[in-house]
Every structure is written in structure tokens, then in C-alpha cells.
């Protein structure tokens, strides 16, 4: 699998790279489950578990009677759905195989590989769920309409980009402070679970309150996406170019840390 020729030309080592991409990504799908359709129930079931339990607090507290003029239950799957994809991702990528892994001996395998594959397979897990849970949804129930299907699958990709871009950041601090580094990626993913705005909309927010959520890229994109999804619904406090600018930013600082990472890292540091 992992044969290398110094003589090979551009468009074969494109080609074997390519293959590594493609093996690595459904390595990572594997990984959890034996079978990746159990790993995709797995992933549904979670998604729907989450879409009910946020429904019935909503309907409790009577926040659904403020929500966008729609269908409330896809108001609630697109914060969902881009929470998830978001975090998931973020996570696969923390965890993907860095300089110091058995797994880099076998040229020409490297870190990139390892993180486009990682980011791969929490797409390909993510896209599949939402695929399922759209589809039984529209045909048990009905009604899923969105104004403009582009946009909504773009920041769906945002929400999956961004994660990843914030992932090869802790990849990359991994290894020089572990335990510091997994405190503040928990801690993040607990703050999404508010600050990512999947419960609220922006524009009916206050204004004191918006400063709580700006600074995630994540609250912009379901902002956005809800933007797209619903006809009734125009964001004001919101941009696309945030979360991009935000992962371009992060996965430049995450790829030169990590290059920088590689260089100096040692399996003996993390030897007890």
C-alpha cells in the first residue's frame, strides 16, 4: 500500500497520494465500529436523540413560539446538524495520527494525509446522516423546503471546514501540553452547546447578548444557514466571511505548528 518511487511523475504521485487519501479515510470510518453501518446508525441516532430532546425543552420553556416563521423541527436540525458536523470533525482531526505515530514510519504517509483523511471521514459519516434523517423526515412527514439548497450546503461545509481548521490547532498543541490541550478542547465543545446559537436566533437576540456569540465562527454559520433554509428568516448579525477568514486563519497557524511540531516532537514524551 504504501510502495514509493523517487521516479514516479507528477501525475502518479498525485494519483498514490490520492490512494492514501482514500484508504486513510476509510481506515478512520473503520476505526470505531467494525462496520461502518453500525458507525452510521450510531451517528443518526445521536442527531435525532438531540433534535428531540432540544424540541421538547423548547416546547417547555415556549422558545418554539419565538422561533423563525417555519417548520420548527427543521429549525432545530439545522443548528443540530451543523453543531454536530462542527464538533465531530474538530475532534477526528485532534485525534488523527501526528509525527510521533507507528503509522508516519511507512513513506510517503505524513500528517497531511493523516488530517485530510480524518476531516474526510467526519464528512463523509456527518453528510450520510443528515442525508438519512432529510430523506425518512420528508417522507414520514414532509415539508422540507429550503429557500436556496446551495447556500444552506455551504455552510453545512463551513461548519465542517471550521472544525477542521480548529482541530489541526490542537493536533499541532498536542503533544507539548496534553492534558491542557484536551481541558480546553472540552471545554469548547461544551461552550458550542450554547454559544453556537443552534437555539436561538440572532436577530430576535439583544444586543448585549450578541458579544456571548460573535466570536464563534459556528454561531455564524447556522445563523446563515437558517438564513438560506427559511424564506421569512434574513440574518442581520451574521457573515459567511467570518467562519471562512476564521478558518483559513486557524489552519494556517494549525499547519505551520504542526510542521513546526514534527520537527521537535518525540515519542519519549509522552512515555510514563
Known amino acids: 500500500m504504501f510502495k514509493y518511487s523517487s521516479q514516479q511523475n507528477g501525475f502518479s504521485a498525485a494519483f498514490n497520494i490520492l490512494r492514501l487519501i482514500f484508504h486513510n479515510t476509510v ?30 425543552m ?6 418554539s413560539r419565538n422561533s423563525v416563521r417555519g417548520d420548527f423541527i427543521l429549525f432545530i436540525m439545522t443548528g443540530i446538524f451543523l453543531f ?3 464538533n465531530k470533525t474538530l475532534g477526528d482531526v ?24 480524518a476531516a474526510l471521514s467526519a464528512l463523509y459519516i456527518q453528510f450520510l446522516s443528515v442525508a438519512v434523517i432529510l430523506t425518512v423526515y ?13 447556500g444552506a450546503f455551504a455552510m453545512f461545509m463551513m461548519a465542517w471546514f471550521s472544525g477542521a481548521a480548529i482541530g489541526t490547532v490542537v493536533l ?13 478542547q472540552t471545554l469548547y465543545t461544551r ?10 436566533l440572532a436577530n430576535a437576540m439583544p444586543g448585549f447578548m450578541l458579544a456571548f456569540f460573535k466570536w464563534n465562527p459556528l454561531f455564524h454559520t447556522i445563523d446563515q444557514a437558517r438564513g438560506y433554509t427559511f424564506v421569512n428568516y434574513n440574518p442581520h448579525y451574521s457573515s459567511p466571511l467570518y467562519p471562512l477568514m476564521f478558518s483559513l486563519v486557524f489552519l494556517t497557524i494549525g499547519l505551520l505548528a504542526e510542521f513546526f511540531t514534527r520537527k521537535r516532537a518525540s515519542a519519549s514524551w509522552s512515555a510514563r
Not at 28 to 53: D, E, M
Not at 58 to 63: A, D, T
Not at 99 to 115: D, E, V
Open 84 to 86: 454536530l458536523t462542527h
Open 191 to 200: 461552550a458550542n452547546m450554547f454559544t453556537s446559537g443552534k437555539m436561538f
Open 58 to 63: 423548547m416546547n417547555i420553556l415556549g422558545i
Open 172 to 184: 499541532a498543541a498536542k503533544p507539548w501540553a496534553p492534558e491542557f490541550v484536551r481541558v480546553v
Open 94 to 117: 485532534a485525534s488523527a495520527e501526528s509525527g510521533t505515530s507507528p503509522m508516519m514510519q511507512h513513506a510517503p504517509m505524513n500528517t497531511a494525509i493523516s488530517i485530510t483523511s
Open 138 to 150: 420528508q417522507l414520514g412527514w414532509g415539508g422540507v423546503e429550503f429557500q436556496y439548497l446551495p
Open 27 to 56: 481506515r478512520h470510518v473503520r476505526k470505531s465500529h467494525g462496520s461502518p453501518l453500525i458507525g452510521l446508525i450510531t451517528n443518526i441516532s445521536q442527531a435525532i436523540i438531540l433534535v428531540a430532546v432540544f424540541s421538547f
